[in-house]
């Protein structure tokens, strides 16, 4: 049984920082590989952000050098941390687990090697 939970959206003006949190929990012993996607009004779902166990991460085009990505292994959770947000940030962001630690690389942002998803949590930004 696995659970993941994220938290942490909200609204704020462009320019504003956002923290979510994505925490993962499970009674199996074993490391994930975690990333996050989000879906706007009218967009398809997209890969933003993901990491894999052994703390290989990778970004979007869209995000890259705004967010980035922190772990706390003992906790069991992901950080996504957003900064300078812009309106074209605004969705519904979704965290997804993969039980294997070292997935495919160019997998991190495919929904496709994801098999346990939260209900997420928005992000909304304002102009």
């Known amino acids: 049984q696995v659970r993941v939970a994220e938290s942490g959206g909200g609204s704020v003006q462009a320019g504003g920082s956002l923290k979510l949190s994505c925490t993962i929990t499970?009674?199996?012993?074993?490391?994930?590989?975690v990333a996050w996607f989000r879906q706007g009004p009218g967009k398809e779902r997209e890969g933003v952000a993901g990491?894999?166990?052994?703390?290989?991460?990778r970004f979007s085009d869209s995000v890259k050098g705004r967010f980035s990505i922190s772990r706390d292994k003992a906790k069991n959770t992901l950080y996504l941390q957003m900064n300078t947000l812009k309106p074209e940030d605004t969705g519904m962001y979704y965290c997804?687990?993969?039980?294997?630690?070292?997935?495919?690389?160019?997998?991190?942002?495919?929904?496709?090697?994801?098999?346990?998803w939260g209900q997420g949590t928005q992000v909304t930004v304002s102009s």
């Open positions: 990491m894999r166990g052994d703390g290989v991460s």
């Open positions: 499970t009674n199996r012993d074993r490391s994930y590989s």
């Open positions: 997804a687990a993969e039980p294997r630690s070292l997935i495919f690389f160019g997998g991190l942002l495919d929904a496709t090697y994801y098999t346990d």
